[in-house]
């Protein structure tokens, strides 16, 4: 599910994930893995090793990656020295999971092998014909899959329970959002222009400065504004009384937004304003209500999720979502039966619908590119934390919601803010605690 989870991804980038053992000990135990033959040790990590195949197999992917993003490759050292960082970083976090004692039954790694040779559109035998060639048999790669599997509901666990977000947080983050709305919330101010010829001398701006605070008199004193202004205004909008209507601040001139910010509707800035064009009497006519105060924009959308790995990856998962939303949009088949029949996600049964939701309640990943849809539209495949999604944003509606709902929702987004700087804190504790030890002497400084 993608809803109220801060998951990462399982470490779809490693080929092989290898068994790890704790890492208190001085001295490193027998290896619970050996280096082919050909292949060489370039580091140890608690019992497991790192050999120099699977070394130059993370260079190139990272290699790939960088090409496919339209990004610098780094140069050859320091990818060596990144592609040796991410497999001792994949290792460490999987001996942790492991010692956590999660039990991963059968039946789960099943729906996980079916998931995988699903997205690869291969049928189990096939999957395994597909593992041989890459010299790698089916119980080494329930294995990796159980791994995964542990590595995500530990880091659920763990990092989870570092994040801290306190009712005084949630208090200042309403009161922010409030303010930000205030700030955006349109304004309808009229005016009175008592113009100023350009080049003007000292002599003329005392008379039109003079002139301006005996219009700014008068209505002070109680003339109508819209009266006055049709009568003396030198600005265009004197025939609507000097009303400009009703704008964003974006859409107005800074030194009119000032000069009303503190007003009430119906009150008066207390003086003129200068401008390039002459001096302003100002009246604030209107503030339109803070959309913090009409409630929040709740969106019910549906999905299809491809969850991936490394042995089904993101671009094979966005190519064939593109396949269905082109069976989807041409009348082939409907959003809600293919869902049901090859969606990864637990909304999978009721034909992806993930019902009604609102702001914070989804990870940014999914709930950006769907704020983006139109009811009835269909995203391009959307890569997030759980794999790769087509959405479909059936419709939208403005909800007032009870104090402690909107609350939650809050809590919800301050926790994914901080959820990146916990899980890197928490992957350099576990780090910290690792038996590393880099027998390659060109990578020895690799290891942090």
């Known amino acids: 599910m993608i809803r109220h989870t801060l998951l990462r991804p399982a470490l779809a980038a490693c080929a092989v994930l290898c068994t790890l053992a704790p890492a208190s000990a001085q001295r490193v135990a027998e290896p619970r893995v050996v280096a082919t033959p050909g292949d060489h040790i370039v580091a140890v990590v608690n019992r497991d090793l790192v050999t120099s195949v699977e070394l130059g197999t993370r260079q190139a992917m990272i290699r790939q990656n960088a090409l496919r993003a339209g990004q610098a490759v780094p140069p050859a050292d320091a990818l060596r020295t990144q592609a040796l960082d991410s497999l001792i970083e994949e290792r460490v976090i999987v001996t942790h999971a492991r010692e956590q004692g999660w039990r991963i039954d059968e039946a789960e790694v099943d729906r996980a092998v079916q998931s995988v040779a699903s997205q690869n559109q291969m049928t189990l035998e096939q999957l395994r014909e597909r593992l041989q060639i890459e010299g790698l048999d089916m119980v080494r790669f329930r294995n990796q899959l159980r791994d995964q599997i542990a590595v995500e509901r530990t880091r659920e666990q763990e990092v989870i329970a570092r994040i801290v977000v306190d009712d005084a947080d949630i208090d200042r983050a309403l009161e922010a959002e409030r303010e930000a709305a205030r700030a955006n919330a349109e304004i309808n101010i009229a005016q009175i222009l008592v113009s100023v010829p350009e080049g ?11 002139r301006a605070e005996q219009v700014l008199a008068r209505v002070r004193g109680g003339e109508d504004f819209a009266t006055v202004a049709r009568e003396l205004s030198d600005d265009a909008s004197r025939e609507r009384g000097g009303e400009l209507g009703l704008r964003p601040p974006a859409r107005l001139p800074d030194l009119f937004v000032d000069a009303v910010r503190g007003l009430e509707a119906g009150q008066v800035a207390a003086a003129p304003v200068r401008s390039g064009a002459g001096f302003h009497v100002l ?14 924009v709740e969106t019910r959308a549906r999905h299809i999720l491809l969850r991936t790995s490394a042995q089904a ?10 396949d269905l939303k082109r069976q989807i949009e041409s009348g082939e088949r409907r959003f809600e039966d293919v869902a049901r029949e090859v969606s990864e996600d637990g909304s999978a049964a009721a034909g992806g619908d993930l019902g009604w939701y609102g702001p914070g309640v989804m990870v940014p990943e999914f709930d950006q590119p769907a704020g983006r849809l139109a009811p009835g539209e269909i995203s391009e495949p959307v890569a997030s934390r759980f794999g790769v999604h087509l959405i479909q944003v059936l419709e939208r509606r403005r909800t007032a919601l009870p104090p402690a709902e909107r609350r939650a929702q809050v809590r919800n987004v301050l926790r994914e803010r901080k959820f990146e700087q916990a899980y890197a ?12 030890e880099i027998r390659d002497p060109e990578l020895a400084t690799a290891s942090r």
């Open 200 to 210: 003007a001398d000292g002599t003329v701006l005392a008379e039109r400065r003079l």
């Open 283 to 296: 009246k604030l006519l209107q503030r339109q209500a803070a959309a913090a105060d009409e409630g929040v």
């Open 313 to 322: 990856s993101p671009e094979q998962a966005a190519r064939r979502l593109r």
């Open 425 to 436: 804190d928490w992957v350099d504790e576990l780090r910290a605690r690792a038996y590393i």
